[in-house]
């Protein structure tokens, strides 16, 4: 694996101390005097997801942001600096290619941003699957795939890479709530399958942060009965290799090959509502899932929006668990102003409203998650 250090003296203490971290984490360290030395480097050229590192000097900041920009970006950046202005970190990070650390903690900080880069050090085992089923449209499906896929990657004692997988292929929201631009184009894998190789993965790959990856489609007119499942299920075999988790969020329209995606899950989420006619979609897909014969242990039902009294109690929740008895339930607080701000926001809600309690609800939800794919 190697990694390209941009430095005009080698021999400087600090390009010596970032080549030893670089070299502690299995990287292979060469050598570019500047930006233009390094697109006339051969290795660099030839290297599917190069690793750059640009320790601060002059004209650093703009050439590794204008390097992680670059479309379609190749590179990852890590740009190391004591200090950087908001604006340009912004520009950085938006490049969805860059990242910038301290030096104080550098030997931490870069072990962590480039543990996110799949393609420079692959997952040692295929990912585990967990899928969001909703029982029927606006019940917060995509929502729960985003915290899950959130609290997943970020936890503190075991950060997983993660990456969340739009199968709404017409019209999905989930890029949209991480604020993220979609560049799974299906179409495109469609239409010449042969085609889809590790390249072709990273330039469908939206970076929300080094260790959460999102495959969401652009706005396209794509039937799903133009998408042959083999394509679907190749793609997916494809980034599993990169993935410690993918994290599916799943179209309410029935299609044969969701009951695949379903059966090859290691934990599946069935969402629903509480309303009374809620309810019972979601006991009707439950019956669906029943035919599947998914283990008990991974399935869990997530009832969402749920109506709470003045002290923020769930109301009726008994009545709401009776039918899934026998069933892992959670039951999810209705909270649409925080809900609806990290929407807007386009964030998430771990990190708007960590202490709401419908962010707590959705964190015990993403414990299952993590539990029964034994993913901890
Ligand atoms: N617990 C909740 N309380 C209140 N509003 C919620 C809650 N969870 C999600 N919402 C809101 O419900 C709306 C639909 O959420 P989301 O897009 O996640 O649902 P979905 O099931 O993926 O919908 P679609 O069928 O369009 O894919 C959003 O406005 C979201 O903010
Ligand atoms: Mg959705």
Redesign the pocket.
Known sequence: MNCFLIAADRGEARVQALARLAQGLGYTVLYAADFAALHRNRAFMEARRPLVLVPEGQGATEGAIQLARMEPSRAFVVYVAEALAPDLYKSLVRSQSGEWIGWDNAAQELRDVTKGLGATEPADRNARIVSFL?S???????????ETGIRLSSQRKQPLRVALLDL?LQG??LAD?LDVEPRFDIGEIVAQPERLDEQLVDVFTSRHTPRLDIFACPPRHIAFGDVPPAILFTFIDTIARRYEAILM?L??VWVPWIDNILQGSDAVVV?GGATVPALRVLTQSLAHLDTLEIPAERLAVAV???ETDLLGRITNQAQIERPLSGRSVFC?????A???G??DAGRSLFEIAPNAR?TH?IGRLAEWCGTAAKLA
């Open positions: 909703p029927k449209g606006g019940v917060g499906n995509t929502t729960l795939t985003v709404n999905g929201t709530a969020d179209p309410k969402c969402n929006a749920c999810l607080r209705r909270d649409p925080t809900a609806n990290a929407l419908l609800d």
